[in-house]
């Protein structure tokens, strides 16, 4: 046998091997369930991967609510993409953009406290939902950061969510508690970011 036969033999052994790991956990992961998703760190790309979850349900047919609780810019591609859809068919999605009255700047706390339950006034209502196949909480980890949403009461009612449904959260700093509350938790690290080269955020990349 030469040694090209022999890799083969090899590699289509390893292969079939790791085939029948792969049946058997497809196999055992038998459990339909409304999945909690939260995407965190300081890397790029926990946004934009909710919003490619949105697309994916939608795709499928299902029902999508996205509450955005902190507004960076008016002129995102996600958002004009989205609404045009919303518009077509409101039936299928929701896209609220609930964060505007943050301020920053002045850190009137106690404005800011009102906005955020405000906010969160509208995300429970899709949260109540059965209707809604998917939520996306959109910078929802900045409540906890400052403290204008209480972390307890706001995994309490993700937790009492229609079962079906499933929920995407992103932002920063996920608290422990959120993350423990997960089923699926990504940590997207920086290992680059071009900003930092001085190049400016561009339009179908950042934004
Ligand atoms: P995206 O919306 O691209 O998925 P994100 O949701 O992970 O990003 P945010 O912290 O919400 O990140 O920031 C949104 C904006 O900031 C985007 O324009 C993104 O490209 C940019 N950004 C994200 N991470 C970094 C970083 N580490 N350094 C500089 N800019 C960043
Ligand atoms: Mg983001």
Same mark, same amino acid.
């Given at each position: 046998?030469s040694?090209?036969?022999?890799?083969?033999?090899?590699?289509?052994?390893?292969?079939?091997r790791?085939?029948?790991?792969? !049946?058997?956990?497809?196999?055992?992961a038998?459990?339909?369930?409304?999945?909690?998703? +939260?995407?965190?760190?300081?890397?790029?790309?926990?946004?934009? &991967?909710?919003?490619?979850?949105?697309?994916?349900?939608?795709?499928?047919? =299902?029902r999508?609510?996205?509450?955005?609780?902190?507004?960076?810019?008016?002129?995102?591609?996600?958002?004009?993409?989205? =609404?045009?859809?919303?518009?077509?068919?409101?039936?299928?999605?929701?896209?609220?953009?609930?964060?505007?009255?943050?301020t920053?700047?002045? =850190? !009137?706390?106690?404005?800011?406290?009102?906005?955020?339950?405000?906010?969160?006034?509208v995300?429970?209502?899709y949260?109540?939902?059965?209707?809604?196949?998917?939520?996306?909480?959109?910078?929802?980890?900045?409540?906890?950061?400052?403290?204008?949403?209480?972390?307890? #009461?706001?995994? &309490?009612?993700? =937790? #009492?969510?229609?079962?079906?449904?499933?929920? #995407?959260?992103?932002?920063? #700093?996920? *608290?422990?508690?959120?993350?423990?509350?997960?089923?699926?938790?990504?940590?997207?690290? +920086? +290992?680059?970011?071009?900003?930092k080269?001085?190049?400016? &955020?561009? *339009?179908? +990349? !950042?934004?």
């Amino acid at each position: 046998m030469s040694s090209n036969d022999d890799r083969e033999q090899r590699h289509n052994q390893r292969m079939a091997r790791k085939k029948e790991v792969v !049946d058997a956990a497809i196999a055992a992961a038998t459990d339909k369930r409304g999945v909690l998703v +939260v995407n965190t760190g300081n890397g790029k790309g926990k946004s934009s &991967a909710a919003f490619g979850m949105v697309a994916r349900a939608l795709g499928h047919g =299902q029902r999508v609510a996205v509450v955005q609780f902190i507004k960076g810019r008016s002129d995102t591609g996600e958002e004009a993409f989205f =609404q045009q859809y919303a518009l077509q068919q409101p039936e299928r999605l929701v896209w609220q953009v609930c964060g505007e009255g943050f301020t920053w700047e002045t =850190q !009137d706390l106690a404005r800011d406290q009102a906005t955020a339950a405000a906010a969160w006034q509208v995300a429970l209502r899709y949260l109540s939902d059965p209707a809604y196949d998917l939520v996306v909480l959109d910078e929802l980890t900045y409540l906890f950061k400052y403290r204008w949403l209480d972390l307890d #009461a706001a995994i &309490a009612s993700l =937790q #009492a969510r229609p079962p079906l449904q499933h929920v #995407a959260i992103t932002g920063r #700093a996920a *608290p422990e508690a959120l993350i423990a509350a997960a089923d699926t938790v990504s940590e997207i690290n +920086v +290992v680059k970011h071009a900003f930092k080269a001085g190049i400016a &955020a561009q *339009p179908g +990349v !950042d934004y």
